[in-house]
């Protein structure tokens, strides 16, 4: 029984909440200066690029350390899943991670690796290309049908106008893929966005994470979570002989 305890204390980890209580406010350090009209002249230039998903392959690999090769990030929410996620979303979030206007110190030295827009959207094109791999991490505790349900009705009505009915976003509009995100990551952004920690974000969504309180976002994010990932789903892994 003892040498199951650290297991049981893992499973409860990544199941839990992302707080235990209202999160503490913190003040954002001084960083190193913005540059909005460099991150939005960086975009520009990738998207005319088009995208090579074969030669961003080869870019990606910068990325996979932590976003794993098949692009499931982790099921405890500390790296996104990208595999499947809208090209245009990953091009605007590469740019405005190099240009300081989304801060991300760990991911920033990774991202300016790639050498220009061309790899910018070499390599967003070959993330979208991935097929989803199964097994996202999902709100699993005893509430999970009543969240499920109430995180269904706030969505609806404050989130479904801008990512789509079922999260999955527009890749027109650039408005990025929720669905089957993994819950603690889901969880995590949207209190740094309704908190003022993450500021590369339309306006309007502020104002709409504002309305809640961390239980309601437990909600939607585990609603979110539970969705399918649009996209072409992994084959199922061959059984070792």
């Known amino acids: 029984m003892l040498k199951m305890l650290p297991l049981l204390f893992l499973a409860l980890l990544t199941l839990a909440p992302a707080w235990a209580a209202e999160p503490t406010r913190r003040t954002l350090p001084p960083g190193p200066q913005k540059s909005p009209s460099m991150a939005e002249a960086e975009r520009a230039l990738a998207l005319a690029e088009g995208g090579d998903a074969a030669s961003g392959k080869a870019a990606y690999e910068v990325c996979s350390a932590c976003h794993l090769p098949s692009g499931f990030g982790r099921r405890d929410g500390g790296y996104p899943m990208l595999a499947g996620q809208h090209s245009t979303v990953l091009i605007k979030q590469i740019a405005d991670i190099r240009a300081h206007v989304r801060e991300n110190p760990g991911m920033h030295s990774f991202v300016m690796e790639l050498r220009d827009p061309r790899d910018i959207a070499n390599v967003a094109a070959y993330i979208e290309s991935l097929c989803i791999p199964p097994g996202n991490g999902r709100y699993f505790l005893p509430d999970a049908d009543a969240r499920i349900a109430e995180g269904k009705l706030i969505y609806e009505k404050d989130c479904a106008d ?25 969880l995590r952004q949207m209190a740094d966005i309704r908190d003022g920690y993450r500021q590369n974000v339309d306006p309007d969504m502020v104002d709409s994470l504002k309305k809640h309180k961390n239980d309601k976002l437990e909600s939607v994010a585990a609603y979110l979570a539970a969705l399918e990932t649009p996209g072409t789903p992994c084959p199922p892994a061959k059984p070792r002989q």
């Not at 990025?176 to 995100?181: E, F, N, Y």
């Open 162 to 186: 801008c990512h789509q009915a079922k999260g999955q976003g527009s890749k027109e509009k650039v408005f990025s893929v929720l669905a089957g995100q993994h819950y603690r990551y889901l």
